[in-house]
């Protein structure tokens, strides 16, 4: 798969033209006439991208051009982030293709243009997807996932396919048997990404695209979104479809965006959210208006608003104190913009509510084989954990988690600890909403991970992952978002939680709390390229 991927990397960077974001001469123009200033791709959003083109000073050519070359300088070469898998060999072709559509109509849609960086665990009909295992090398689905469809429809092009913890089984770094080495952090290169979704995050952050997809079963999406000053959200269950994402837990899973900015995320959320005939989760979200999210990016978000400090979510003894101190600072923000904040607010009842919880709840290899078994006309080449045990090809570090799988032999619906697991998540879901409506709360906050990104290889020192327990179980959606740097340049994500489906309050505090703090800045070891 490597040499494949640099081949192709090769082969789309040779048609690359020296000044790759120079301005495209504008028709009727005179010899010598001044142009629009070079289009800067590093930190570009989407309103960038758009501007530029309706303005002239972008082609859809040269953005992909652009962000193939920071491909082959930085995640191959040089600081070598190694946090894609395949980069898409169709993708120029796709480029001049919505620049001919473009020519004749205008955008194809909301997400014209726009290079996305998909995780790979998506199905892709045009890509392998592997869930970063080889035991699934080689196998090319035959449909898109759902939001892999909607994003196309919108105009967006797959630029490449990222690495991921294998089976998204870690929540902590990401590292995969597909792909030689760990995935790093390009804010420093001996620090992990967490993951599951820490391929898409690296390559977001170090601007390998402009936006990413990723899923979350109890993280995936907002750890490695704060471990890479990035955005990030877990919708509410129901709300976004899983269909055509190789599962973790079913049950839990969630799939969506990660962007550098509240407004990216806002733009692709609002393509991939609704109801989906295939994901019968989705059916919580049918007869709902679809709101208009890019109303709530709002300046003024925070005004008013009431957010309630979790600290059951954080608060112990291995709290880092510069996460710690961070966080105070982003308390005083939430204030200084507007909000009441609620220092500290407490769930009644919850160690007895987590004492409902009795015995294991292991739904992987059911919901796993369930699902190879769905895209069995497409040949697989593996249908069951013990094909994939047997076959030796996977990374060690999962050898446990698969043989603990095979050693399942109930269906969750039979397991009495997944029963006892459904009693405590509903009792949690409703002690939230208490929580919540006795003091009008619309979010409670939360530091998204304790402890700074970690080491890599280092698996001794504290990980402070915050976002397993309350977003997870309760099913509630979560949106991370920068709030600064430890260690001078470690960066550190608020985690904001609200009531089921309100994602629009979500994006509204976020993005208030974004402009009025601008924490987000670009890695160092990923430079402009010249």
Request: charged share 20%; proline share 9%; net charge positive.
């Amino acid at each position: 798969m490597r040499p494949r991927l640099a081949l192709a990397l090769r082969a789309l960077a040779a048609a690359t033209v020296a000044v790759v974001l120079a301005p495209p001469a504008l028709p009727g123009q005179p010899p010598g006439a001044r142009q629009p200033p070079p289009f800067i791709i590093e930190e570009a959003t989407i309103a960038d991208l758009h501007a530029a083109m309706r303005a002239g000073a972008l082609s859809c050519r040269q953005l992909v051009q652009g962000y193939l070359r920071r491909i082959e300088a930085y995640d191959r070469n040089g600081p070598a982030i190694n946090a894609l898998i395949v980069v898409n060999p169709a993708a120029l072709a796709t480029a001049d293709s919505l620049d001919r559509r473009y020519a004749r109509e205008g955008f194809a849609g909301p997400l014209h243009c726009v290079p996305v960086i998909v995780k790979d665990n998506f199905e892709t009909n045009d890509l392998p997807t592997t869930a970063g295992s080889l035991a699934l090398q080689g196998w090319r689905p035959t449909r898109d996932a759902f939001q892999v469809q909607r994003i196309r429809a919108a105009g967006a092009i797959v630029l490449a396919k990222s690495n991921m913890a294998e089976l998204a089984f870690s929540p902590n770094e990401t590292v995969s048997s597909i792909l030689a080495g760990y995935t790093k952090n390009p804010y420093a290169l001996d620090r992990v990404t967490a993951g599951s979704s820490g391929g898409t995050a690296a390559a977001v952050a170090a601007s390998f695209g402009a936006v990413g997809l990723g899923s979350d079963t109890g993280n995936s999406i907002r750890g490695p979104s704060a471990h890479q000053a990035l955005v990030g959200i877990r919708s509410t269950m129901g709300l976004t479809s899983r269909m055509g994402v190789v599962p973790l837990f079913d049950s839990q899973d969630i799939a969506g965006p990660m962007g550098r900015t509240v407004a990216d995320v806002v733009a692709v959320f609002q393509v991939v959210a609704g109801e989906d005939p295939a994901d019968p989760a989705t059916a919580a979200a049918r007869g709902r208006p679809m709101p208009r999210y890019a109303d709530s990016l709002r300046a003024d978000g925070l005004r008013g608003a009431r957010i309630g400090v979790l600290h059951a979510a954080y608060d112990t003894p291995t709290l880092d104190a510069e996460v710690g101190a961070v966080f105070q600072s982003a308390l005083g923000d939430l204030q200084r913009l507007g909000a009441t904040v609620l220092d500290p607010v407490a769930i009644p009842a919850l160690d007895s509510i987590r004492r409902l919880q009795s015995g294991p709840c292991s739904p992987f290899k059911h919901d796993f084989e369930t699902y190879l078994a769905s895209v069995a006309d497409s040949r697989p080449p593996v249908r069951t954990v013990d094909e994939i045990l047997a076959s030796g090809r996977y990374h060690p570090s999962v050898q446990a988690r698969l043989e603990a799988a095979q050693r399942v032999t109930e269906s969750p619906a039979e397991s009495a600890g997944c029963r006892a697991r459904e009693q405590y998540r509903a009792a949690l879901r409703v002690a939230v909403r208490q929580l919540m409506d006795s003091l009008r709360l619309d979010a409670l906050a939360y530091p998204t991970w304790s402890n700074p990104p970690r080491l890599i290889g280092d698996l001794n020192t504290p990980g402070g992952d915050n976002s397993q327990l309350f977003s997870p179980a309760t099913g509630f959606p979560a949106i991370t978002v920068p709030m600064g740097y430890t260690r001078g340049q470690l960066p550190a994500g608020l985690q904001l939680l609200a009531r089921p489906f309100a994602e629009a309050t979500l994006f509204r505090l976020a993005f208030a709390y974004e402009q009025g703090t601008h924490h987000r800045r670009p890695p160092a070891t990923v430079p402009p390229l010249r």
